[in-house]
């Protein structure tokens, strides 16, 4: 700021003014603050850029208490408004009064002051004051001032630029730091401390406040001197306070670079400060399930412009828009989208959702569903909508898991930095940590039929898409997602994910509950959601639809509260046929195909029905006593497929039916279970339990 300024006076001092002029001075000015403004011009956020001293915007006089100017000029500068830049009269008085006194006292104008603010040349080189030279210049400076500004402009510019107490610089800072108000709302009093301050910034709180009430005095001011002491009491003894902007302090520091720098967003600032409220709430009403912070984002569809950026209404400084999380179930509508779009399934393909394990070089994986049961044979459409886990490793296994991770990285999850075998097949079910930003982006994707392009926080003209999946089949991943027929059995038909417009939505939840996530677009928009602990905690019986889904629905309704969304139309290469299935796993339907994909009659091949194994325990497995359990209550559950008719024995005991779950009390030692028709042993399985250690 000082180096503007006095590059500026530089300047005007080779011209014929050899001052700057007003308009120059205050065009130089910059708060030490950077403001944010959402898409229509409006602020949302301010924030500390400079940090040499604390300034606000340029105030103009007709912006600021007519007491403080009064005050000023009483304490400063009496003749202001006749001398012609120095008062030789006032200068005068001061050589002779000095002849007498310990501490000389000064008789600078307010324009002479006005000038050494402006030009660091003529600052004091030591504390002895400045030395004849720059008074002489300082005096000049002054003069030339006077002459081409108005008394208005000077005594302005002084209240701009004067310091009134450690960091505050100017009018603007000095009232809100102090006070906490705009400088038109200063009382008498306060201007008399203010204008106190002038002459000695870190003097004494009572020192102040005494030659405030001297001030007062002199001016015949109805202030008394208990009123400015107790002013007094107060500004000096609380930290500084400035204008609050925080609606949106994540998406600023993004933006927000330099002092002064106001910056227009995309953010719309009501839609910004609604979404803000409502996490702050949905958060609030889940504290009791041990859930402390949350982010949304609101993206237009068809620019990429970012209309809400809620990083975190919990009151942690970590931004969760930004903040890498585990995906759980988000992924799942890309990998089924890539089975499509390769024809190896059709959303009425029978997918087998029954235990499975797969081979990895890190041993056997198993994955289970989210409420640990199975269904058996059910179709593709049913499996994604309702989120089921194990056909959606059955999928990977079958799409690849190069290609998933290579179709991954083309929607932009640029975090997934590992080669596909450190994801494994667990990828499937969002093993992978990913930003809600990148999320937010991928469904945008399908959203806009497999068009993709990048999220903007700054206005710009759209860029043109580039094509990352197939259109056709994103579509019906779409029409998928929107099918809340298809998820009720997970998610049943009442819930916050049932819209009462078209939208597409889908939930996620990670490993120990840690993460809980809602996304989900309609044609214009796409919302995206997540709730949980940045601290890592594990919140406490929380799902996709209790955690993050309200906020998603009242944010979805409060974009569409006057224009309901409409489903978007089919494109070309898409089919709707009649399909029934055999046996009747799901009921008949209508149902959408890619073109040369499309069936009437989905059947179960030969040899497709399930032979009975021993699921859990698996064999040669180790199970471990928990030594924080009592022994009693510990329990084991033998569990096996397609054993109706079948007998549990565990070593060479019967144990009873096995076309159901077996609660059995482990005990330590090496342990053979088997089921069996009575004569035959069907399947077997040997385990070992280890002792509490």
Request: hydrophobic share 45%; net charge neutral.
């Amino acid at each position: 700021m000082k180096l503007a300024l006095a590059l500026i006076f530089a300047a005007g001092a080779a011209s014929a003014a050899a001052a700057p002029t007003y308009e120059q001075v205050r065009a130089a000015w910059r708060s030490s603050d950077a403001v944010l403004l959402d898409r229509h011009g409006d602020a949302l956020q301010s924030l500390r850029i400079g940090l040499h001293a604390r300034r606000q915007q340029w105030t103009a006089l007709t912006d600021i208490s007519p007491a403080l100017p009064l005050a000023v000029l009483q304490a400063e500068d009496q003749r202001f408004m006749q001398h012609g830049g120095v008062d030789l009269k006032a200068m005068g008085q001061a050589a002779w009064d000095n002849l007498f006194r310990e501490r000389p006292r000064g008789a600078s104008t307010i324009t002479m002051q006005l000038a050494g603010l402006l030009d660091p040349a003529l600052q004091p080189k030591s504390a002895g004051g400045r030395s004849l030279g720059q008074k002489w210049d300082q005096m000049k400076a002054a003069r030339e001032l006077d002459a081409a500004w108005t008394k208005q402009q000077i005594l302005e510019a002084y209240l701009n630029l004067a310091g009134f107490r450690g960091e505050l610089q100017g009018v603007n800072a000095a009232a809100h730091g102090l006070f906490g108000k705009d400088p038109s709302g200063l009382t008498v009093s306060e201007s008399a401390i203010l204008a106190a301050l002038l002459r000695g910034p870190s003097a004494a709180p009572n020192v102040v406040a005494r030659r405030a009430c001297a001030l007062a005095a002199e001016l015949k001011a109805t202030a008394s001197c208990r009123d400015i002491e107790t002013d007094a009491l107060l500004a000096f003894n609380r930290p500084p306070t400035m204008p609050a902007l925080p609606a949106a302090p994540h998406a600023a520091r993004l933006l927000l670079k330099a002092p002064g720098q106001q910056e227009r967003s995309t953010l719309d600032g009501p839609l910004q400060r609604q979404v803000q409220e409502v996490l702050r709430q949905q958060i609030m009403s889940l504290r009791e399930r041990n859930v402390n912070d949350g982010a949304v984002l609101v993206v237009d569809n068809a620019s990429g412009e970012i209309l809400a950026y809620v990083g975190n209404a919990g009151g942690s400084e970590v931004d969760g828009v930004a903040a890498l999380r585990q995906a759980g179930s988000t992924l799942k509508p890309f990998l089924y989208e890539l089975a499509l779009e390769r024809r190896l399934i059709t959303a009425a393909s029978l997918m087998d959702d029954s235990p499975v394990d797969i081979s990895t070089t890190s041993g056997l994986y198993i994955p289970q569903n989210y409420d640990r049961e199975f269904r058996g044979y059910v179709s593709a459409r049913t499996s994604l909508a309702s989120s089921l886990n194990v056909p959606a490793v059955r999928t990977l296994v079958l799409v690849g898991l190069d290609r998933f991770h290579e179709r991954l990285r083309a929607l932009g999850f640029d975090s997934l930095t590992e080669a596909p075998e450190y994801y494994g097949y667990s990828l499937a079910l969002g093993s992978a940590e990913v930003s809600l930003l990148e999320l937010a982006n991928a469904y945008r994707t399908l959203a806009n039929g497999g068009g993709h392009g990048p999220l903007t926080l700054r206005l710009r003209a759209p860029s043109a898409p580039r094509a990352v999946l197939d259109p056709a089949a994103a579509w019906i991943v779409s029409d998928i997602l929107s099918d809340r027929g298809a998820r009720a059995i997970t998610f049943g038909l009442k819930n916050e994910l049932a819209a009462t417009y078209w939208a597409a939505v889908k939930t996620g939840t990670s490993k120990d509950m840690r993460d809980n996530w809602c996304i989900g677009y309609s044609a214009r928009y796409t919302v995206a959601v997540w709730v949980g602990n940045f601290a890592g905690e594990p919140m406490w019986d929380v799902s996709g639809v209790t955690g993050a889904a309200p906020v998603w629905r009242d944010v979805m309704d409060y974009l569409h509260r006057n224009a309901p969304a409409q489903p978007p139309q089919a494109p070309r290469g898409v089919l709707r046929r009649q399909v029934r299935f055999h046996p009747a796993v799901e009921p008949p339907r209508e149902e959408w195909f890619l073109a040369g994909t499309e069936t009437s009659e989905v059947a179960l091949v030969a040899g497709a029905q399930r032979s009975p194994r021993i699921l859990y325990p698996a064999d040669s497995s180790i199970l471990a006593l928990d030594p924080g359990i009592p022994p009693d209550r510990q329990r084991v559950l033998f569990e096996a497929q397609a054993a109706q008719g079948l007998q549990w024995q565990l070593n060479g005991q019967p144990l009873g039916p096995a076309d159901r779950p077996y609660s059995w009390q482990p005990t330590p030692g090496a342990h053979e279970l088997v089921l069996t028709n009575g004569a035959t042993v069907i399947a077997r399985a040997t385990f070992h339990v280890r002792g509490a250690q």
